[in-house]
């Protein structure tokens, strides 16, 4: 997959640039998948190569998504990311769709990227996207309950994003020293604090609650979607609390599916770190979904599905 990617420079709208990474199989593809990372991650991730590779060696294009500031991508554009920024994501993905030709395809994310997903998969139609299906892994759906679960949760967690976004957040002011000081950011402690900061500083919103409250899929803010879309959760994720999916109004486009185990985006079926939510994802793109279905009750709406997997 790798040696056969090309780097596409995609057009966000207002002078935006997205770097997404194209492979396409030597063949005519099967499909299109495009894949979108989690916060701090980048089309590079683990969990994007392996699902991605798995699906280009079965016959299908591949475009691995970076947003805005993620995969050394800092440079391309003087705003700075933040979760809000749906427009320009749409933006990249049309001009994706109509450079490649590309008659339908697929969407997959995972965690702040399955957020984006649901959102695209909601909003992008009506813009030109044409979306066959979606599937979410352990997405954001009430970004305060989500922010709160990482407040009392492991704290391994909670350094683990801070010390990438201080990463992220270094390269951005040393690349556009004359827009940014974020000197004072890194003597706050905690996400709350340092997400609050930079929601009312940079990113032009009143208070921290206007900002999660901009792209939360929480209450009715699916109604209305009609591409089919599978959400996936866990019962013991750390991050993302499943009661936040089991609240979603009832869309027939939408199957949630809670287990009572995976964690956040992990999913391990062995000692060799293979992924359950690779392989469940992979058989709904393939179209090879009987012995879920029959699993799971996938298909009867959004009616929750809890799977029990083996501990």
């Not at 399955?114 to 044409?130: D, I, T, Y």
């Not at 305060?144 to 992220?168: C, Q, T, V």
């Not at 391990?268 to 279905?293: P, Q, V």
Request: proline share 4%; hydrophobic share 35%.
């Amino acid at each position: 997959m790798v040696a056969a990617e090309k780097a596409l420079m995609l057009d966000g709208g207002d002078g935006v640039r997205l770097v997404g990474h194209l492979s396409r199989p030597s063949s005519n593809p099967l499909g299109t998948v495009v894949f979108f990372h989690g916060w701090e991650g980048s089309s590079r991730s683990n969990y994007v190569m392996s699902a991605g590779a798995r699906l280009f060696e079965a016959g299908f294009q591949v475009l691995r998504f970076n947003f805005r500031d993620h995969g050394d991508t800092h440079e391309l554009n003087p705003g700075i990311f933040h979760s809000c920024r749906l427009s320009e994501v749409i933006h990249a993905l049309a001009d994706f769709q109509d450079r490649e030709a590309v008659t339908e395809w697929s969407l997959a994310g995972y965690s702040l990227g399955g957020n984006f997903a649901l959102r695209v998969a909601r909003r992008g139609p009506a813009q030109g996207l044409r979306l066959d299906r979606v599937f979410s892994v352990c997405p954001v759906i009430d970004p305060h309950s989500a922010l709160s679960a990482m407040e009392s949760g492991p704290k391994f967690y909670n350094d683990y994003y801070i010390r990438k976004w201080a990463r992220s957040v270094r390269i951005k002011q040393r690349l556009f020293p004359d827009l940014y000081d974020y000197e004072e950011w890194f003597e706050l402690e905690g996400l709350r604090a340092r997400t609050e900061w930079f929601a009312t500083r940079y990113y032009d919103f009143g208070s921290l609650d206007d900002y999660l409250e901009g792209y939360s899929v929480a209450g009715d803010r699916l109604v209305g979607l009609d591409v089919p879309t599978v959400l996936l959760t866990s019962e013991d994720d750390p991050v993302i609390p499943a009661a936040d999916a089991r609240a979603l109004p009832d869309i027939d486009a939408l199957d949630v599916q809670v287990t009572r185990y995976g964690g956040h985006c992990g999913y391990l079926k062995n000692w060799r770190l293979e992924s359950w939510a690779e392989d469940r994802l992979f058989d709904y793109f393939t179209g090879d979904r009987t012995e879920r279905r029959d699993e799971s009750g996938a298909g009867d709406g959004n009616r929750t599905h809890v799977i029990s997997l083996g501990s």
